[in-house]
């Protein structure tokens, strides 16, 4: 019984062994099929104190210009074990007096695009790739971006996701390191690392411009085929139509 026991011991580390050469992680204690609860991420979690510790860095951080007309700093939300985080360029008006990411006009119809894929806004992690409003909602600059870029690798790092989705060009050119604009980079997943990549619309965008938001369900249709999640057979472009 116990050479039985040393061989599956042996043969477990040595899986493990060449998971790793290859990228694989198989330590994490949980499904990664399909996009973890909160509860039972944060329950799996041993990275709960390194999120409190960045969330307290992310609100007192000084290091650019925006964070002298916050009213709030908005670090992300969701689920932390996430397998789909949504990453956009910076906080709004609405988010800027919330604290949270996605609350105004676009995240309601973000919200109705996570709901039209099968999901949940709690299913998955949104944040930004800068925390702090920018002035009359304008894109934030280089020096902005380059600021708030630690904080960003850091939520990727301990959400760990298996697909990012970069809404609108500053977010697919931060996480990219790219100058294409958003028509030429969305619709293809690129990987880094294990992390597959999909740039598209950001929502702010498809409600100025609604006859996109058929070209941006394709791509969620896409987020969902690369985490082998059901993808609906019809609805889902309309539920995202109703800008």
């Not at 709960?48 to 908005?74: D, F, H, P, T």
Request: proline content about 7%; glycine content about 12%; overall charge positive.
């Amino acid at each position: 019984l116990r050479m039985h026991r040393d061989r599956i011991q042996s043969k477990t580390l040595l899986r493990l062994e060449s998971d790793r050469m290859f990228g694989v992680d198989f330590l994490v204690a949980k499904d990664r099929s399909r996009p973890a609860g909160p509860a039972a991420a944060a329950a799996a979690s041993p990275s709960g104190e390194e999120w409190v510790r960045l969330r307290a860095e992310v609100e007192a951080c000084s290091s650019c210009a925006l964070a002298k007309e916050r009213k709030k700093a908005v670090f992300g939300d969701g689920d932390q074990g996430a397998s789909i985080m949504f990453v956009g360029e910076g906080p709004g008006a609405d988010e800027d007096e919330q604290g949270l990411p996605f609350v105004g006009k676009a995240g309601q119809l973000l919200t109705r695009i996570i709901g039209a894929m099968g999901l949940d806004r709690r299913q998955v992690y949104i944040t930004n790739v800068v925390k702090c409003r920018p002035p009359g909602n304008r894109t934030p600059d280089p020096v902005e971006i380059a600021a708030c870029r630690r904080f960003l690798d850091r939520q990727i790092g301990l959400v760990s996701p298996r697909v990012i989705v970069a809404l609108g060009a500053p977010a697919a050119r931060t996480l990219l390191h790219s100058d294409e604009g958003i028509t030429s980079l969305r619709g293809r997943i690129r990987r880094i690392g294990n992390i597959a990549i999909m740039p598209t619309y950001h929502p702010a965008y498809l409600l100025r411009s609604p006859e996109r938001k058929g070209e941006a369900w394709i791509d969620m249709k896409n987020v969902l085929r690369e985490l082998g999640l059901p993808v609906p057979a019809s609805g889902g472009a309309g539920a995202c139509g109703k800008g």
